[in-house]
């Protein structure tokens, strides 16, 4: 267990680690609490738990964590975060998934959002049109210029609204459904290709030959990952009712959570070396393609993320536990 735990603690170090790049993706950092402050003035993407962006100005931004906060002036923002307060202009279009979102400041375009509760605070002027999926306040003070388009409960209008409130149609709401989900989407392909490629780096010991035996005993793999999957929560509960055992349950609920996390880049990683000769940049950015559209397919979608879940996890314990007999 000590050496499994090193070795995660390694791992997350070099996932959770600041870089900067000038290809097509801009600047990315991925990290547990990150504040990005700079002077530069062009793309950025980032994964963390809490952001704060306070930059002069940027571009292009894209987001995921749990806790966002955008103070700088941004050309446009695509964001998927648990609590998100935009306190920053927005020269372009807002496009948000979020539970709880507060606009603070001006948006020149359309905003797209699918929320549980949204507020459109005082002093915020919206230039274009929103789109909303959930709970809806225009504050007193603040300006629609445009059309709102919603799905479900109206929205509380309190402030000024100077176009018309318009209530999507079932068939209408999906086709424009999918075409505003598509800057996540490629967003969800950016980061499970960075995090399939970090491993990959930093795990080249694995070697070709492993991964096929992965993929070829697939049944053996799956089952051994159903049973982490399944049991890891159950020993962490028992844990718990103990005062001793309290803390170990902690941080095997924090591990368990650890792997769950890599489970997925994992499994692409033993994916393409099975359909690849040889894995390259290029290469694990189509398997990552390729994967979040199948995990986005309707009906089917979530046994494709429970296989890949399971693979990769059944693979960590397995390398795990080959060592364990080496030794």
């Not at 999926?133 to 504050?139: H, I, K």
């Not at 390729?290 to 979530?302: K, N, R």
Request: proline fraction near 2%; hydrophobic fraction near 50%; aromatic fraction near 12%.
């Amino acid at each position: 267990m000590k050496k499994l735990c090193v070795l995660l603690f390694i791992t997350l170090i070099s996932v959770f680690s600041f870089s900067e790049s000038e290809n097509i993706f801009g600047k990315f950092a991925i990290g547990e609490n990150i504040v990005v402050n700079d002077g530069d003035e062009g793309d950025l993407v980032v994964a963390g738990r809490e952001i704060l962006i306070d930059r002069n100005s940027s571009k292009r931004v894209i987001i995921a964590g749990e806790r966002i906060t955008i103070k700088s002036r941004s050309k446009e923002l695509y964001l998927a975060g648990k609590y998100v307060a935009i306190d920053g202009m927005v020269e372009d279009n807002l496009n948000i998934m979020a539970k709880n979102l507060y606009i603070n400041a001006p948006v020149g375009g359309d905003v797209r959002m699918v929320v549980e509760n949204a507020v459109v605070s005082e002093g915020a002027v919206i230039n274009g049109d929103i789109e909303i999926d959930g709970n809806l306040l225009v504050s007193k003070g603040a300006v629609v210029k445009g059309d709102i388009y919603y799905s479900g409960k109206m929205p509380v209008i309190e402030g000024r609204v100077m176009g018309e409130l318009v209530k999507k149609t079932e068939q209408s709401y999906t086709f424009e459904r999918h075409f505003t989900f598509l800057p996540f989407k490629l967003f969800s392909v950016f980061y499970l290709f960075i995090l399939t490629y970090i491993i990959f780096k930093l795990k080249k010991d694995l070697g070709k030959e492993r991964l096929d035996r992965y993929l070829n005993n697939k049944s053996l793999i799956l089952f051994k990952g159903f049973a982490g999957l399944v049991l890891t929560p159950v020993a962490a509960v028992l844990l718990f009712i103990t005062i001793l055992g309290f803390p170990v349950g902690v941080l095997l609920i924090l591990f368990y959570m650890i792997l769950l996390f890599l489970a997925t880049p994992i499994a692409n990683l033993i994916i393409a070396t099975k359909y690849f000769d040889e894995i390259n940049f290029l290469k694990l950015l189509l398997s990552s393609f390729v994967i979040i559209i199948l995990i986005s397919l309707p009906f089917i979608g979530w046994l494709i993320k429970l296989f890949l879940i399971l693979l990769g996890l059944g693979s960590i314990i397995d390398r795990f536990g080959n060592k364990m007999i080496c030794k």
